[in-house]
């Protein structure tokens, strides 16, 4: 399809791991991104995975890629109240245009 | 600091004006996204502009249009507003390792 897919909701316990999905359209885009958008604030790019790659961790953050199933996914570990938030995923197209999901709203509970 | 720089950051208008949104990339960009966000909405497309040049164009209104100056400042204009033009209003530009996006200018029509 012409839409990156993500879930629009997650909701997990503080020190809990949270798994946010996606699933992008193009196989042949060469970057897959996760931004993160914090309330009234603009959106802050949190990682980048290059499409030869399966994995890319980051102090908590864990990105896995499938390009197979074109599926993107990251893990927050220990999850914190401050990692509320909005997180888009979006992938760079051959043009170097980029195409964005709709956001999974990310609700930490203490 | 993103390096990309919105003015203003709030706008509260009436029904029927106009307005105008600015953002200067960061510095070596040469394209410029426009992108609306709505309450609890994922980013909508509006347009993109290159070098000084349209490029491509989303879901833009015919209320709405935009230019990018020779000093690669961009401005997206907003006319006839109507209470459902009420959103955050994003511009990115767009580097190496994807959009840089910067913080936004919230519009409130009333």
């Known amino acids: 399809g012409e839409d990156v897919e993500q879930s629009l909701f997650l909701s997990v316990r503080e020190g809990d791991s949270s798994v946010i999905n996606c699933t992008y359209t193009d196989s042949s885009s060469t970057y897959l991104y996760w931004y993160k958008q914090e309330p009234g604030a603009g959106l802050q790019l949190l990682t980048y995975?290059?499409?030869?790659?399966d994995m890319k961790q980051d102090q908590r953050l864990t990105v896995l890629l499938n390009k197979k199933d074109k599926h993107l996914s990251l893990r927050i570990a220990d999850t914190q109240t401050g990692d509320s938030a909005i997180y888009f995923c979006?992938?760079?197209?051959?043009?170097?245009?980029?195409?964005f999901g709709a956001g999974t709203r990310l609700t930490v509970k203490p | 600091d993103s390096g990309v720089t919105q003015t203003p950051k709030h706008l509260i208008t009436a029904t029927g004006q106009r307005v105008t949104l600015r953002c200067s990339p960061r510095?070596?960009?040469?394209?410029v996204y426009w992108y609306q966000q709505s309450l609890d909405q994922g980013l909508q497309f509006l347009i993109q502009y290159y070098n000084g040049e349209e490029r491509a164009k989303g879901n833009i209104l015919e209320r709405f249009s935009a230019q990018q100056f020779p000093d690669l400042h961009s401005e997206l204009n907003l006319s006839s507003l109507e209470l459902g033009d009420s959103a955050l209003y994003f511009c990115a530009s767009s580097g190496v390792y994807g959009y840089t996006f910067g913080s936004g200018t919230r519009l409130t029509v009333v």
């Open positions: 510095s070596g960009d040469l394209s």
């Open positions: 995975i290059f499409s030869n790659m």
């Open positions: 979006a992938e760079r197209l051959n043009n170097n245009d980029m195409r």
